[in-house]
């Protein structure tokens, strides 16, 4: 259901590529302020997480660890700047909620982090979609093989758009929680996901096709024909990225033209993301 009316959004567009291998790739840098700065900001939570390597196929790539060995896991999914302070921030958050979970992030983009919009652009434009869920895949399996019974997988952004996919592509996901992202049809239907799925929106996003509000009702009729358990909740006042909290996130979201700030939603948004994933990863 959905959690608050759509009232309204943004006119602004995105341009949607159709082009394979990378059928959700999408240009947010023309719907950004170019005044957006660059970032080389190191984690205040680096400290706390384990780097680990993942095999699959004929690959190999780090991922980083955080959080109980036995708990229940949690892959954690990187918006388009890469593995950068901010989707440390939000594993290491999720790490500490009750009753306790190990979240893993894996490095799609193979240790590049896009320090500019361009750059982030740049790469997620490069990146190989199904090669990523073939990482996502893999990382659900190394959590299963150490120590977590069940695995979820949340993402944000670019992120929250492979969540979605793993919800349809990758049986041994036990829950997503995707965060202001929708996958192309080419990549995954929703209509076909597996696992149960909870999905958070800004009003005011205004990418649209991908994480605005006609988005998120798009995906809840899919989700309604899945047949799987699903939430679609919007926070009224909110932009694209609301849950960005930490003082470099906020200044980024700003000089992207996002000066939105509203801690109860976010507060709320991670109490539903604690419910859900508690639920549906409780052994």
């Known amino acids: 259901m959905l959690a608050a009316a759509a009232r309204s959004s943004s006119s602004s567009r995105i341009l949607l590529r159709s082009q394979l291998p990378k059928p959700s790739s999408f240009t947010l840098s ?15 939570a680096d400290s706390a997480f384990k780097k ?57 983009y193979r240790g590049k982090v896009g320090l500019d919009v361009a750059e982030a652009q740049h790469l997620m434009d490069g990146l190989d979609w199904q090669g990523a869920v073939k990482d996502i895949s893999a990382s659900v399996n190394w959590l ?21 996919a793993s919800s349809v592509l990758i049986p041994e996901v036990d829950a997503v929680v995707s965060f202001y992202g929708v ?37 809840e009729e899919k989700l309604k024909a899945s047949g ?27 000089d992207m033209g996002m000066p939105d700030e509203d801690e109860a939603a976010v507060q709320l948004a991670w109490s539903r993301f604690q419910s859900w994933m508690t639920h549906f990863l409780s052994s």
């Not at 719907?31 to 080389?40: E, H, I, K, T, V």
């Not at 949690?74 to 958050?93: C, P």
């Not at 299963?144 to 969540?163: E, F, Q």
């Not at 009224?236 to 700003?254: D, E, V, Y």
Request: aromatic share 8%.
């Open 30 to 44: 023309r719907a950004l302020s170019p005044s957006a700065s660059r970032f080389s900001i190191r984690s205040m």
């Open 52 to 108: 680990v390597q993942i095999h699959r196929d004929d690959t190999v790539f780090d991922a980083y660890v955080v959080g109980k060995e036995d708990a229940p896991g949690i892959v954690v999914l990187q918006e388009w700047w890469g593995v950068d302070f901010e989707i440390k921030n939000h594993a290491l958050k999720i790490s500490q909620l009750e009753p306790g979970f190990k979240a893993l992030i894996p490095d799609l």
């Open 144 to 164: 299963k093989t150490n120590g977590s019974k069940k695995v979820g997988v949340t993402g944000y952004c670019m992120g929250g758009a492979l969540s979605i």
């Open 183 to 219: 996958c192309s049809s080419e990549l995954a239907d929703p209509a076909q996901a597996k696992a149960p799925v909870q999905a958070h929106f800004g009003e005011l996003d205004n990418f649209v096709g991908f994480s605005d509000v006609t988005a998120a009702k798009a995906l």
């Open 228 to 254: 799987v358990p699903y939430e679609v909740h919007i926070y009224p006042g909110n932009g694209h990225a609301f849950m960005n909290r930490s003082p470099n996130g906020i200044k980024r979201r700003k």
